[in-house]
């Protein structure tokens, strides 16, 4: 990946609060979200995101997200745990000094607690897709 790539990716990896879809949600009225009626929202040429429930910036939500083919997210960590299942292509999650990360196909679960510096990648031939779910807005924490 070039340099100016990489700057490209961690500026909107960083910007990611900013960039979200509020869906408000009511515990007591059925939902149904079909994924024709998903709104994704470019972060940049390799990442997309579109809100299922609640408010990504602000507090607790569901967030469907797709990367890009060959696509690896800098190293980085989170405020809030967050809990993840892929639902398209092959993933990994690598942590930080992890040398061999399982793929993940459709259906894998991963979780990645709060503070835990980790990676996020697409590494199928194909576009990847997955949702994950967390109790605390989404943030994006450069490794050190």
């Not at 997210?73 to 092959?90: C, D, L, N, R």
């Amino acid at each position: 990946m070039s340099q100016i790539t990489k700057r490209s990716v961690l500026a909107s990896c960083v910007a990611l609060a900013t960039l979200t879809s509020a869906y408000a949600f009511d515990a007591d009225a059925p939902v149904v979200l079909p994924m024709e009626e998903q709104v994704f929202e470019p972060l940049n040429p390799m990442i997309e995101m579109a809100g299922a429930w609640g408010d990504r910036a602000t507090g607790q939500h569901g967030t469907f997200g797709t990367f890009q083919p060959d696509f690896m997210s800098p190293f980085h960590a989170h405020t809030g745990a967050y809990h993840g299942v892929v639902i398209e292509g092959v993933m990994t999650n690598p942590f930080e000094g992890e040398a061999n990360p399982p793929e993940m196909v459709p259906g894998s679960y991963w979780y990645v607690p709060a503070g835990v510096s980790h990676a996020t990648a697409c590494v199928s031939e194909t576009p990847c897709r997955f949702y994950f779910h967390a109790d605390e807005s989404f943030d994006f924490i450069m490794a050190e």
